[in-house]
């Protein structure tokens, strides 16, 4: 195993830094934060009697992963680049120069070795988004390890226990919220499921490059906007941001400020919302909405033959969008969600939030058809297109009847045998209340933003039970990094490692605590982690 040690920039690798524009770097980040708050080249860092994330602990966790199978070697580099959306190019950071980034593909029980060459103009890192891994791996600067610097370099590697379906994204500010994802497959050696083709679909809402914007101005925007008059958090109309093609964020206008022309960009426009996410439906409506990097426009497009059983792979790399998606013509079958087997259920639609993955098998009609994924309640969509024979192209607002169909959300899927979490009394019980608003942008938990140094403590072999009570009036999809947890509100609850938490409602999740180390637990609306909506659960030794 090579050194995980930041090598020193180049000439060569500081190319990226002509990209930078307004609001860029400017922002204090904080999961972006290099303070040094534990983790990989942070020796002794764990205060409190807490794992050190590099600690005997997790080596020795790492060992109990499995017999090794083979290393698979991958270098990526991230770089700002000029990204092809399809019918328009954009400027904006990604892997390789791809969007998605190229898919990387092992098997259970295979050691990822990624080396990530940082090209950016500021530090970076990589989270394994679902992946249960060694803590010091999992890429969380300030806790886990520290930034990867401009022009340096740091090797992942870990070995990956269990199949399924994942992606990796940057952990450091708003960086998800440009072309820095790409899938992570975890092919399953004893597969069984049996299919014909495969389609791994990445689905994403896009600002970043569109009139000069970046995810860092619009975060910029959203805490200024509500600086000056932003409503109580639901029910308000939106307004678009200055120059930037329909982009519009949730806030209200001060009687202050200049009222525009009915055809400026800025002008009024109702706020995103829908019933199913139970009232507000998101922050930002953006200017565009992706599957598989590109737009309805120019969409994407998959073959297969009449009859062939086809096993999609669903992922929301989104940063303020639920999606909800159907095939049009045809009816899916839910086999996984966040990587784990689900009892197989029948549906027309899926409701994806931030971070959450599905997979489904569908068969294979005769004709063209649209894959529609609608952002959910801001009356604009994605399209991918799958051609089976001949016929035209499905026009960029397709609306296959699919999506007012049967609808199936988590909690409707039970685990499959093979993974149900088995029956146990909790040893602990850690209550996170979802707190804030949109007047102060203070998205936070328990009342208390971000602070590293702030741990829920848990010990290894306990049953742990997370209530999330969302006090606020908006959804909030939360992501537990390292384990999966069940469900607990259902019985025989599906796993999962994201899950979405609806306003005034409260989700109850269980998992055992197996993987020692340092573990963020977050909402995964990029905005929501960034102002504060990050807490982190911590091993004691």
Known sequence: MRENTPRTPTRRTLLGAAIAVAGAGTLA???????GHGGHGAAGSAPGGYVDPAGKEVAAAEKKRGADGRVREV????????????????????????????EVRVTAGDTLDLTLANHLPEPTSMHWHGIA?????????????????????????????HPGTYWFHPHSGTQQDRGLYAPLIVE???????????????????VDGVAGSTPDAVLKELRSGMDHGGGSGGGHSGHDMPGMEGMSMRSTRTEESPSPSADSPSRMMMGAKSDLLGGDAGDVKYP??????????????FEARPGDRIRIRFINAGGDTAFRVALGGHEMTVTHTDGFP?????????????????????TAGDGVFPLTALAEGKKASGLAVLRTGS??????????RELTGRLLTADKLRADESVALASRKPDRTIRLQLTGGMAKYDWAFNKKPYDPDQRHPVRAGERVRLVFANSTSMWHPVHLHGHTFSLANVADGPRKDTAIVLPNATLT?????????????????VYHSEAGMMTVLGYRG
């Open 288 to 301: 565009h909405y992706l599957v598989n990097g590109r737009t309805p426009a120019a969409p994407s497009s």
């Open 29 to 35: 980040a904080c999961s972006g934060s290099s303070s």
């Open 342 to 362: 689900v009892r197989h259920a029948k549906t027309e639609a899926l409701l994806l939030g931030m971070g959450e993955r599905y997979d489904v098998l569908v």
């Open 188 to 206: 399953d050696p004893k597969e069984p499921l049996s299919y014909d083709k495969e389609w791994v679909v990445v689905l994403d809402d896009w």
């Open 509 to 525: 999740a269980d998992f055992d605590a197996d993987n020692p180390g340092l573990w963020m637990v977050h909402c995964h609306n």
């Open 133 to 161: 891994l060694r803590n010091d791996m999992d890429g969380v600067p300030g806790l886990t390890q520290k930034s990867v610097a401009p022009g340096a370099d740091f090797t992942y590697r870990f070995k990956v226990s």
């Open 75 to 102: 270098r990526l580099t991230a770089a700002a680049a000029p990204l092809d959306l399809g019918d328009r190019t954009v400027k904006s950071w990604s892997y390789g120069g791809d969007l998605p980034g190229k």
């Open 391 to 400: 016929g035209a192209t499905p026009k960029a607002t397709s609306r296959p």
